[in-house]
């Protein structure tokens, strides 16, 4: 076969008649002068921006979050063969499938009711009775989900009493457990709709099971990405010998092998388990601010001891580990030990890269917490918290985690602001690492800061998310990934000099 | 009725049993067999309705196709994500619509920028916020060269007047902002997004640009999102035929040249689908004639440069049948490494916008035949242009659901489906080679001569890749 030179959009735009090309074209554009538009974007890294910046009120740019259906579609996902069914108008379902498509590189179903003007004027209750009609004989869930989006909510639609009339009318069997959650997107953001589906899930699914302890506990993962997080999880307790039950496991739903079949519902909860959970003797949340509600609800409602132990980082995975001894009396097993012992190892060889190094963090509050602590214990030095998404508790317990360690005496947490805050303080006060998402690129390219990409969502790397980032071995991925971006960038900036190593 | 066409019935008829009866009667209407020669009076699509509640349409809205599409490529322009978060965080970046300038500085097309409403505004109304969020914006951007008003959901059923806040403001700013109208639950799909700003272009845009002088060359390219470049590639070829593009809408667009396509002397349209409306304004209101091309694979690309030229001199002509003669080797050559290891292979097509038809030339170019195609938001006019391109027999869908498109794979067997992200996994799954055909799977251009090489290769890699073997299939 004869070889032939393909190039394209990364070599072809780069080449000298399509250069020539885009000057060309700037006679139509009604450009800026070349040094009006360097003026500006030298303006735009001074303190004099940044102050303007800091004080918008009325418009986000570049926001870290996404808005309530998403989490709470994410959450359903994670029950046995639950479809998540949005009452609203379609193009929200096409888009949060979208999101969760591009990061996790895996299928995701979903429903929408199509909701258009007539049900704006009329309500949405027609849409939802066809709705489910059409989905229960279409998809055979065995639970159906059901979310609101914006739409829905401001025009009020009622989903109880609509679910009640589509079984009353024997639209969808009766037995069909039907959980609902109010998700309004104007509301919190992707991790209350996890918080609010969770709940509405438990709620309906656990009623009346209220039996017998069954000696196990229950874990909730929260608004996590990571399928390599979930899967560590599991791990870790088999090795501990843990009865538990892993509340929305999307584990197999995000991550499911390739058998040359698609399956619509590849694994997630049982829902049997999922009743039992309330007969457990304990539930354990690896997240706190996307299961707010959820642990009110269990600690008040089921009556068990509701703790959260987020563990990322050593010395929270240790406190995990601990409380799961307490709880269980199973001791914490040797093998364990000694995966903490093999991390504890990588960061104390490594630790010379990190230590002194400033970081900005971007991203959820729940990531952002397992990254501060992770970092203070390597002796980084957080600089700029940036959480969209966070809020006043959040943004006390950030800082009360800084405030404990000398290492976090540099940082400022800044909760509802965005990446455009961001770029102006990492412009006026430069790091020299930056951790967020796919989206933090821009602040890569603007600043020139190397970015490790930890968090939601990373579409513009492979498979990160099989890779956990709690655990032990979460703690050896966060090194490697942080160390070695820190000695790319080293050997980028010493390419031609004498301090090109090759042992470090 | 041809054993073709029978043949294909059949199998759209199985594929409808799983539906409830209403749900069936209804999709019934939005499958059929194809007959090219236009005689089967049963051989034709129902189309641009609402789908049905809780079937998993892929369909989007009337946002997604305003920002998307129409304004969100227009670079020197800050787009505002008017509503809650979401909307704007979902099609943050999504469509590749490539441009040049400094992004947050002069240029703002990779920016998601919104006035992330809050249950205060839901309740007292975002009007205010939204006039303040102008002042912020004018103040942090003094570059911009108008702002867009994308409004949500909540916006239009609250009953928040943005245009009165765009009136007001423009006063002072100097420049366009535009309110689009667009909420999501307008109309039926993306396609009423694309008519209302094509509506906006049309009141707040267009004639208000500058163009110091006219040529008897003039054109502009209407319609090509610049996705992984496809309008740079287009643009190369109008240009060596001795055209001048005057503007290129709606892909590394700026203000200015929304301003001046009027001044045209042929409007080039590429996505009939989204941009018709502002083409048949302007042929209305400024007499500027418009044509359809097709720059995907060279028997396209060929009859529609001869088409272009056709409206123009013979010194274009001439120019045109150069270029060809300067290609045409090149193309061949693609074609000679290609057509082996892609001939007969068949191809399942399901997309937006006008590329079930615009490619199926390229496809076949390859040796390759589509036996399946069909459209998220197409409407009649746009299967009218389908039916005559594809062969007897082959399906047509209209707004198809996740599962229709399953079930026809497992029927029909492509050897490729080219499709969305919504639907690329799933294939994945099922062992099917699959090809992102909104944007082009982070890859392209694959419009024009310098296109087509990248859409041969990327064909290629899809269909034969050792990948698709590996697979254990359950017995």
Redesign the interface.
């Known amino acids: 076969?004869?070889r032939?030179k393909?190039?394209?959009?990364n070599e072809?735009?780069q080449e000298k008649?399509?250069l020539e090309?885009?000057e060309?074209?700037k006679?139509?554009?009604?450009?800026?002068p070349a040094e009006?538009?360097r003026e500006?974007?030298e303006w735009?890294k001074t303190e004099e921006?940044q102050e303007?910046?800091f004080?918008?009120?009325?418009?986000?740019?570049?926001?870290v979050?996404?808005?309530q259906?998403?989490g709470a579609i994410f959450c359903a996902s994670g029950f046995e063969g639950t479809m998540p069914?949005v009452q609203?108008?379609?193009?929200?379902v096409?888009?949060?499938?979208?999101?969760l498509?591009?990061h996790f590189?895996?299928?995701?179903?979903?429903?929408?009711?199509?909701?258009?003007?007539d049900?704006?004027v009329f309500g949405g209750l027609n849409?939802?009775l066809?709705?489910?009609?059409?989905?229960y004989?279409?998809?055979n869930p065995k639970m159906l989900a059901v979310c609101t989006?914006?739409?829905a909510e401001?025009?009020g639609d009622d989903l109880n009493a609509y679910i009640r009339q589509a079984k009353d009318k024997d639209i969808i069997p009766r037995d069909l457990p039907v959980p609902f959650a109010h998700t309004?997107?104007?509301?919190g953001?992707h991790i209350t709709g996890y918080d609010n589906m969770m709940k509405g899930i438990l709620t309906t699914i656990t009623e009346g099971k209220k039996g017998e302890p069954n000696g196990k506990i229950n874990i909730i993962p929260g608004f996590d990405t990571y399928t390599g997080n979930y899967r560590e999880v599991k791990r870790l307790l088999g090795i501990m010998g843990v009865d538990f039950t892993l509340l929305s496991d999307v584990s197999d739903v995000f991550d499911?092998p390739?058998?040359?079949?698609?399956?619509m519902y590849p694994g997630g909860t049982p829902l049997e388990e999922a009743a039992d959970s309330v007969n457990a003797t304990a539930t354990i949340a690896l997240q706190k601010y996307s299961t707010v509600k959820t642990m009110k609800y269990i600690e008040k409602e089921w009556g068990q001891e509701a703790l959260v132990l987020p563990p990322m980082g050593v010395k929270n995975t240790d406190r995990f580990f601990d409380e799961i001894s307490r709880i269980t009396g199973k001791p914490v097993p040797q093998e364990i030990e000694d995966e903490r012992g093999r991390a504890v190892d990588a960061m104390i060889d490594s630790h010379p890269y990190v230590h002194g190094k400033r970081f900005a963090l971007t991203g959820d509050p729940d990531i952002l917490l397992g990254l501060i602590s992770f970092i203070l214990e390597m002796g980084g030095l957080p600089a700029h918290i940036v959480c969209t998404n966070g809020d006043k508790r959040f943004a006390a317990a950030a800082n009360a985690l800084l405030s404990e360690s000398p290492f976090g005496q540099e940082a400022t947490v800044y909760t509802g602001k965005d990446m455009?805050h961001l770029?102006s303080l990492m412009f006026t006060d430069p790091v020299d690492i930056l951790i967020g998402n796919s989206?933090a690129k821009?602040l890569w390219r603007?600043t020139g800061t190397p970015l490790v990409r930890i968090g939601f969502p990373i579409f513009d790397r492979h498979h990160l998310h099989r890779y956990p980032v709690i655990g032990y071995q979460g703690v050896l991925n966060m090194v490697n990934w942080i160390v070695n971006t820190v000695l790319d960038e080293m050997d980028r900036k010493t390419m031609n000099t004498t301090s090109f190593d090759v042992i470090r | 009725m041809s054993n073709a066409i029978k043949e294909t019935q059949k199998i759209i008829d199985e594929v409808l049993e799983?539906?409830?009866e209403?749900?069936r009667e209804d999709r019934a209407k939005h499958l059929a067999p194809n007959d090219p020669t236009g005689e089967c009076s049963t051989c034709k699509v129902k189309s641009n309705v609402?789908?049905?509640?809780?079937?998993?349409?892929?369909?989007?809205?009337?946002?997604?196709g305003a920002k998307g599409v129409v304004w969100g490529p227009v670079k020197?322009q800050i787009t505002?994500s008017h509503?809650?978060?979401?909307?704007g965080?979902?099609?943050?970046?999504?469509r590749r619509n490539?441009y040049?300038?400094?992004?947050?500085?002069?240029t703002f097309g990779?920016?998601?920028?919104?006035?992330?409403?809050?249950?205060k505004?839901?309740v007292y109304g975002g009007d205010k916020?939204?006039e303040?969020?102008l002042l912020?914006?004018k103040?942090?951007f003094?570059?911009a060269?108008g702002i867009g008003i994308l409004s949500?959901?909540?916006v239009?059923?609250?009953g928040d007047d943005i245009e009165a806040v765009s009136k007001n403001a423009e006063k002072d700013f100097g420049y366009p902002i535009v309110p689009v109208r667009c909420e999501?639950?307008?109309?039926?799909s993306?396609s009423l997004g694309h008519h209302i700003a094509n509506d906006t272009i049309r009141d707040f845009v267009l004639g208000k640009?500058?163009?110091?002088e006219s040529t008897p060359y003039d054109v502009s390219l209407i319609g090509d999102y610049n996705i992984?470049?496809d309008a740079?590639?287009s643009?190369?070829m109008l240009?060596e035929m001795g055209l001048r593009?005057?503007?290129?809408w709606t892909g590394?667009a700026?203000?200015?040249?929304l301003g001046?396509a009027h001044k045209s002397k042929l409007n080039l349209i590429h996505c009939y689908r989204s941009m018709n409306y502002i083409c048949r304004h302007m042929e209305e209101k400024y007499g500027v004639p418009w044509t359809e091309f097709n720059f995907f694979g060279p028997t396209k690309i060929y009859q529609s440069i001869r088409k272009i030229a056709s409206y123009f001199d013979d010194r274009i002509k001439e120019n045109a049948e150069k270029l060809i003669e300067k290609y045409k080797p090149v193309m061949d050559?693609?074609i000679?490494?290609y057509k082996?290891t892609l001939e007969d292979k068949k191809v399942m097509l399901y997309v937006g916008g006008l590329r079930p038809r615009h490619t199926i030339g390229a496809y076949e170019d390859l040796g390759m035949e589509v036996v399946a195609a069909g459209y998220e938001f197409g409407h009649d006019d746009d299967y009218k242009r389908t039916y005559p391109e594809l062969k007897e027999g082959a399906v047509i869908m209209d707004d198809a659901?996740?599962?229709e498109m399953?079930e026809f794979a497992r029927r029909l067997r492509p050897d490729m489906v080219g499709s969305?992200?919504?639907e690329?996994?799933?294939?994945?799954?099922?062992?099917v080679p699959f090809r992102q055909m909104h944007s082009w799977d982070y890859?392209?251009?694959y419009h024009g001569f310098?296109g087509f090489?990248?859409f041969?290769?990327d064909m290629d890699m899809t269909v034969n890749s050792p990948t698709w073997s590996l697979?254990?299939?359950?017995r």
């Open positions: 076969m004869k032939i393909i190039k394209d959009h072809l735009f008649e399509y090309q885009f060309k074209k006679e139509f554009e009604n450009p800026w009006k538009v500006v974007a735009t921006y303007k910046n004080a918008r009120k009325n418009i986000k740019i570049n926001p979050k996404a808005c259906p998403l069914f609203g108008a379609q193009g929200c096409a888009y949060f499938r979208s999101h498509n591009r590189k895996e299928p995701m179903a979903a429903i929408s009711t199509s909701m258009t003007e049900a704006a849409n939802m066809e709705g489910l009609r059409n989905s004989a279409l998809y989006t914006c739409m401001v025009i309004p997107s104007f509301v953001s499911s390739n058998t040359g079949e698609y399956k455009w770029r989206y821009f603007d | 799983a539906y409830p209403k749900t609402k789908s049905r509640p809780g079937v998993m349409t892929v369909r989007g809205c009337a946002y997604a020197d505002v509503g809650p978060v979401g909307c965080q979902y099609s943050w970046g999504a490539y040049n300038g400094q992004t947050g500085i002069d990779t920016m998601h920028i919104t006035t992330d409403f809050q249950e505004d839901i916020g939204l303040a969020a912020e914006l103040e942090l003094p570059l060269r949500e959901c909540p239009g059923l609250i999501g639950f307008r109309g039926v993306q640009g500058e163009l110091k992984g470049g740079w590639a643009r190369k240009e593009v005057i503007a290129q590394d700026s203000v200015n040249e001046i050559a693609v000679e490494r082996p659901t996740l599962y399953e969305g992200i919504k690329k996994y799933s294939y994945h799954k099922m062992g890859s392209g251009p310098d090489p990248v041969a290769r697979i254990r299939r359950k």
